[in-house]
């Protein structure tokens, strides 16, 4: 359940995005606890990103609905195709 006191917890529309077939097919099916709300809520409020070196994007930020761990959401160049996305135990804000 969203709360209303956290900046990630706003409704964001799905319409807005675009989500890649690895991410529908892949993604989704190896982690279906994830969902897309999430992910759009990190790329939108990211407390880190940067851009890879094959011009994709890496943003990070915690999700309260998901114990507040992070998430990395990757998209594609244009920053609005979801590619990848996936709790980061490694990270350190």
Excluded at 5 to 12: E, G, I, Q, T, W
Excluded at 76 to 86: E, G, M, R, S
């Amino acid at each position: 359940m969203l709360t209303n006191d956290f900046p990630l917890a706003r409704r964001y529309p799905v319409a807005d995005y675009k989500f890649a077939e690895y991410f529908e097919k892949k993604v989704l099916s190896k982690r279906p606890y994830l969902r897309k709300e999430w992910c759009i809520a990190v790329v939108e409020h990211p407390i880190r990103s940067e851009r890879q070196g094959d011009s994709r994007h890496r943003f990070w930020a915690p999700v309260p609905e998901f114990g507040g761990r992070y998430l990395r959401v990757i998209t594609l160049a244009d920053k609005v195709t979801i590619l990848n996305a996936f709790p980061d135990r490694g990270f350190n804000p």
